[in-house]
C-alpha cells in the first residue's frame, strides 16, 4: 500500500503565489511519474503538471509559463510552484503518483495509480 498525501494550499490573492507539495510513503515501491490534477465544483479533473522518474514534463496550456512541476523523487516528493494565480485557478488539487512496486525477489512487478485526498487552492481578492 502507497500513502499520497498533499499540502501547501490555501487562500492566495489573484498575481500571488503559491507551493504545493506532495509526498507517497509506503515500502517496496519506486516512482514512475508523479503528477497534479485539479477538479472545481461542477467539473471534471484535469491534469494540471505531470513529471516523470527521467524529469520529461507535460503542462496543460492553461498553466504554461505561470506553474512548475518538480520532483525529488529520492524522497518521494513531487512540488508544484504557482505562480501569477488567476480566479480560475480555484480548485482542490489532487497529486497523483504512478508507483512501480516490486512483487518478489526475481524482481517481478505491478504498476499502480495511487491518488491522494487534496488540498483546496483559493485564488480570491
Known amino acids: 500500500q502507497v500513502q499520497v498525501v498533499e499540502s501547501g494550499g490555501g487562500l492566495v490573492q489573484p498575481g500571488g503565489s503559491l507551493r504545493l507539495s506532495c509526498a507517497a510513503s509506503g515500502r517496496g515501491f519506486s516512482i514512475n511519474a508523479m503528477g497534479w490534477y485539479r477538479q472545481a465544483p461542477g467539473l471534471e479533473r484535469e491534469l494540471v503538471a505531470r513529471i516523470t522518474s527521467n524529469g520529461n514534463t507535460a503542462y496543460a496550456e492553461y498553466v504554461k509559463g505561470r506553474f512548475t512541476i518538480s520532483r525529488d523523487f529520492a524522497k518521494n516528493t513531487a512540488y508544484l510552484q504557482m505562480n501569477s494565480l488567476k480566479l480560475e485557478d480555484t480548485a482542490v488539487y489532487y497529486c497523483?503518483?504512478?508507483?512501480?512496486?516490486?512483487?518478489?525477489?526475481?524482481?517481478?512487478?505491478?504498476?499502480?495509480?495511487?491518488w491522494g485526498e487534496g488540498t483546496l487552492v483559493t485564488v480570491s481578492s
Open positions: 497523483n503518483a504512478n508507483v512501480r512496486r516490486i512483487v518478489n525477489v526475481e524482481g517481478a512487478y505491478v504498476d499502480k495509480e495511487y
